[in-house]
């Protein structure tokens, strides 16, 4: 079983940068594929950006999130986290991070891929 702690949420201008980050208690870490996703009001919950298990340190993002959200990880810490910058009011949602076995995954961008999620942090952008 793993648990997963988002925090860094927050309520920030349009342009202005929030960092998120996601705790995981679980000693193979390194072993884990780490999703975020985010959910709006009225919306379903959309894939925004992952990254592989060590090794690979492959990172994926959707379109509207490429150039202005970066994705890294600390094994060390077990943590991993989502830096956001050039923030649009668009990006005003509940960020969940998610974790899946490294060779349990396949594209990552979907949810239904993760085995475990976090409870979610609130970003608000405004306008």
């Known amino acids: 079983q793993v648990q997963l702690v988002e925090s860094g949420g927050g309520l920030a201008q349009a342009g202005g940068s929030l960092r998120l980050s996601c705790a995981a208690s679980?000693?193979?870490?390194?072993?884990?594929?780490i999703g975020w996703f985010r959910q709006a009001p009225g919306k379903q919950r959309e894939f925004v950006a992952a990254?592989?298990?060590?090794?690979?340190?492959?990172?994926y993002y959707t379109d509207s999130v490429k150039g202005r959200f970066t994705i890294s990880r600390n094994n060390a810490k077990n943590t991993v986290e989502l830096q956001m910058n050039s923030l649009e009011p668009e990006d005003t949602a509940v960020y969940y991070c998610?974790?899946?076995?490294?060779?349990?995954?396949?594209?990552?961008?979907?949810?239904?891929?993760?085995?475990?999620w976090g409870q979610g942090t609130q970003v608000t952008v405004s306008s």
């Open positions: 990254i592989s298990r060590s090794g690979g340190g492959i990172t």
């Open positions: 679980t000693r193979s870490f390194s072993s884990y594929a």
């Open positions: 998610a974790a899946v076995r490294g060779d349990l995954a396949s594209t990552l961008r979907t949810a239904v891929e993760y085995d475990y």
